[in-house]
């Protein structure tokens, strides 16, 4: 079965810097676009970013474009995200997803398949 598994959260410190990343299996790595979300206590899951299945097209939400860089290495069936110039509020379990069509979107119904999540927890 398909598995998604983020790794890399941590305690940092703001203005500090993370890696995560998201190893999958069961599915054809190259073909699915593969997005990360995060979501804090008490607010909805939001979108971080997303990479198409090549790594052609990218995007970011508005809060951490200029921070976050999004990339993916397919013969590791594995997709990062940099986190830098951290702040107290990109604190949040962020999750890694897979859509099997090919272009970048931004709303959860839109990923088929979930990792579990990894806590990143920034401190002022």
């Known amino acids: 079965q398909v598995q998604l598994v983020e790794s890399g959260g941590g305690l940092v410190q703001a203005g500090g810097s993370l890696r995560l990343s998201c190893a999958a299996s069961?599915?054809?790595?190259?073909?699915?676009?593969m997005g990360w979300f995060r979501q804090a206590p008490g607010k909805e899951r939001e979108f971080v970013a997303g990479?198409?299945?090549?790594?052609?097209?990218?995007d970011y939400g508005a809060s951490v474009k200029g921070r976050f860089t999004i990339s993916r290495d397919n013969a590791k069936n594995t997709v990062y995200l940099q986190l830098n110039i951290l702040r107290p509020e990109d604190t949040a379990v962020y999750y890694c997803?897979?859509?099997?069509?090919?272009?970048?979107?931004?709303?959860?119904?839109?990923?088929?398949?979930w990792g579990q999540g990894t806590q990143v927890t920034v401190s002022s």
């Open positions: 990479i198409t299945s090549r790594g052609a097209s990218i």
């Open positions: 997803a897979a859509r099997r069509t090919g272009n970048i979107v931004t709303t959860i119904i839109g990923y088929t398949y």
């Open positions: 069961g599915l054809t790595f190259s073909n699915y676009v």
